[in-house]
């Protein structure tokens, strides 16, 4: 029943945390024959999941690619992180994968944790199906789930199979919707044939009906057979699922259990016969042409191969030696977890490691010896969690510059920032496993200890009220003294116009060319006002002052500068200010209600909410927050929302604050100046 194909196809296994993905990785390999022997979890034996930080946290951190033959035709299977903090990866896989594989938990309740996934696939028309995973559980339920997955899916779901049950409602195999056969599962064995219950029949007979209403709204012979009451034949609705799957109108549905094997081959068998080729994809994606060319999928550090690739090959072929795009290739390899087996040539469609690559960068395209970025590529998501980071030991600060800059050149959702206000450097990811998972690595790769803290927020403050200072440093020792004699000016300005600087000199009582070095000195004083924070919206006018023909000079008038701010802003009612940030949170609508009161438990100021365009089931709360309040604000939200919710941030404005926090804030600033 399988169509003619083009070259290797790629599949991609993504799903929700904890949904299986890694077993049905395993169960398909197996399956496939590439293993002798199916690697478990529990035993830590399995080809994906093999990297410290994912055994060590028994979740999946990393891509984990293999190569693999089914009924004499070739694939690649890409395993993907299922945590929500880990999708960067997972996008990365998808777009360059055939079809994606949709684990899914068999419970109605857990359909939401796969929205951002599915609204990733709907958004981008890449093809994928349905794997409801773990059927064997007694609670499992494929019609309450499959109507839980439609809510969050923009596309149709089409049942493709229905189980068999035993009289104690066990799940004890399946019937294809299409054949209108009747298997009975027989754990890690392929199933047996059987005929078709009679008990089972009525049911088959109205979940293929309405399997069949839903290919014919997107077949207009079955459509015309639809209405005719004429039953389409099993090979039309064959070739209707595939073409439907491969243009990204239908989202056919199977399932099994992957722990045992159950409904593994039939998954097998329906990415072999429907799952569209590398040409098709070529198409879809719109590829430039050329060749031989290659599209990397992620970089990362591979021992003696160096910084390597992991990269589909489109058209033609690679070798190793060729020089494809900007490097030299080192080496090509056929990926089985972290094994990497030296091949020397990959073909059109292979998923191949590629090694000594190093200039390039995840989802570049590689034609000959140019290289090309593309323009839809998915874009690094927004930091929503940080650390402040440094060395154990100060001597090996170098080192860690070198470390992280390794850890965000593999990792494109990983990024570091100094904070000149704090003179900190953060390490920011999308949440606490994903900067834990950082940290590990910076341990066990670069051998480096570090320490952590939660980072300092960029408070100021400002003045109250204005007031006219005079300033006068002298000072006599010998020799040249020092003289500067300066009358100033200080007013407040308006929320977020910032520092500015004048004179109103006449007649030369302060020559001109040491003004700049009066506005030095006020700007150096405003570096820490009265409450320990920097100054901000503040004018200073130079009005009047003297100086003298030996004593006076730039380093003089500085002195003046800053000593007429450090005498003169105690008294213009120091006001403290925390940045508040426009905070944009998007949850499904269940959880809406969940969403605003994490904003005003947070000292937030709900702004309204509204439909997520886009978004099928969706709202986004609009919210303005403190800025030192969205600290941890992402994984309790994760917590309230199955572990999809997320939020943006961005600076608006300056807010006053007074009070408890501006009290103690004040006294831990000068508790640290004292320190």
């Known amino acids: 029943m399988s169509q003619a194909h083009h070259g290797i196809r790629c599949a991609a296994l993504v799903g929700a945390h904890g949904s299986g993905k890694t077993t049905l990785f395993e169960a398909l390999l197996h399956a496939a024959g590439t293993t002798d022997r199916r690697g478990t979890l529990k035993d830590r034996t399995t080809v994906g999941d093999s990297a410290p930080e994912a055994r060590a946290r028994g979740i999946s951190t990393e891509l984990s690619a293999a190569q693999c033959r089914f009924m004499d035709e070739d694939w690649t299977l890409i395993d993907c992180p299922g945590s929500v903090e880990l999708l960067s990866d997972t996008r990365a896989a998808l777009m360059v994968a055939d079809v994606a594989v949709v684990v899914a938990d068999p419970f109605p309740d857990r359909a939401v944790a796969l929205s951002p996934l599915l609204h990733f696939l ?66 890690s064995k392929p199933a047996d044939l059987i005929p078709l219950p009679e008990a089972a029949r009525d049911d088959e007979g109205a979940a293929r009906a309405a399997m069949v209403e839903a290919l014919a709204d ?27 799957l491969q243009e990204d109108l239908v989202v056919p549905v199977l399932f099994g259990a992957a722990e045992h094997e159950n409904g593994v081959r039939r998954l097998w068998k329906a990415l072999r016969h429907d799952c569209p080729g590398p040409e098709v994809t070529l198409a879809r994606l719109g590829l430039p042409d050329g060749s031989p060319m290659a599209q990397v999928v992620k970089c990362f550090q591979a021992g003696q191969a160096g910084r390597s690739a992991l990269a589909r090959v489109w058209r033609g072929e690679v070798k190793d030696g060729m020089t494809l795009g900007p490097d030299r290739v080192g080496s090509v390899s056929s990926p089985m977890g972290r094994k990497f087996t030296p091949k020397g040539v990959a073909q059109a469609g292979e998923v191949v490691v590629l090694g000594r690559m190093a ?42 510059s070198v470390a992280l800059s390794r850890l965000t050149d593999e990792d494109p959702a990983l990024s570091t920032t100094f904070q000149a206000e704090t003179g900190e450097t953060l390490l920011q990811g999308q949440g606490e496993i994903h900067l834990a998972i950082a940290l590990s690595r910076l341990k066990s790769e670069a051998g480096l200890s570090v320490k952590t803290a939660k980072p300092t927020v960029s408070y100021c403050e400002t003045i109250g009220k204005g007031t006219t200072h005079h300033s006068r440093h002298k000072k006599q020792s010998g020799g040249h ?48 006002g009265p409450l320990g924070f920097p100054v901000v919206d503040v004018s200073v006018v130079l009005f009047d002052g003297s100086y003298h023909n030996v004593d006076s000079s730039d380093f003089a008038f500085q002195k003046a500068g800053a000593k007429a701010m450090q005498e003169a802003l105690p008294g213009c009612g120091p006001v403290l200010l925390e940045p508040v940030m426009e905070v944009i949170v998007s949850v499904p609508s269940d959880f809406t209600p969940k969403a605003q009161r994490i904003v005003t438990s947070r000292r937030g100021q709900l702004l309204g909410f509204d439909t997520k365009a886009g978004w099928k089931g969706w709202d986004e709360v609009q919210a303005l927050i403190p800025a030192g309040e969205l600290d941890g604000m992402i994984t309790e939200l994760r917590s309230q929302t199955l572990g999809v919710g997320f939020f943006t941030a961005g600076f608006d404005h300056l807010e006053p604050l007074s009070g408890r926090e501006a009290d103690q804030l004040v006294a831990s600033r000068a508790a640290a100046h004292r320190g």
Do not use: C
């Open 481 to 528: 003294g020092e003289f500067a004699d300066i009358h100033v000016e200080i007013a407040p300005r308006g929320r977020g116009e910032g520092f500015h600087f004048s004179d109103r000199i006449t007649g030369g009582v302060v020559p001109k060319q040491y003004i700049p070095a009066v506005q030095k000195g006020v700007e150096t004083a405003l570096a820490k």
């Open 359 to 400: 200039q390039v960068k995840a989802g570049d395209i590689l034609i000959g010896e140019t290289s090309q970025r593309p323009a839809d590529w998915p874009e690094a998501p927004a930091a929503l969690a940080a650390l402040a980071i440094r060395a154990e030991h100060p001597s090996e600060e170098a080192k860690l």
């Open 218 to 244: 997107f077949d207009d012979e079955i459509l015309e057979q639809v209405l005719s009451d004429i039953t389409p034949a099993p090979e039309q609705v064959y070739a209707s699922l595939a073409r439907d």
């Open 122 to 187: 709907d958004d981008r028309r890449i093809p994928h199906l349905v794997f409801v995973n773990r059927m064997d559980a007694p609670e499992a339920h494929v019609r309450a789930t499959l109507h839980a997955l439609q809510g969050v899916s923009d596309r149709p779901l089409a049942l493709r199979e229905i189980p068999l049950r035993d009289d104690k409602g066990q799940v004890t195999g399946l019937i294809d919707l299409v054949s209108e056969r009747a298997w009975k599962w027989n754990p």
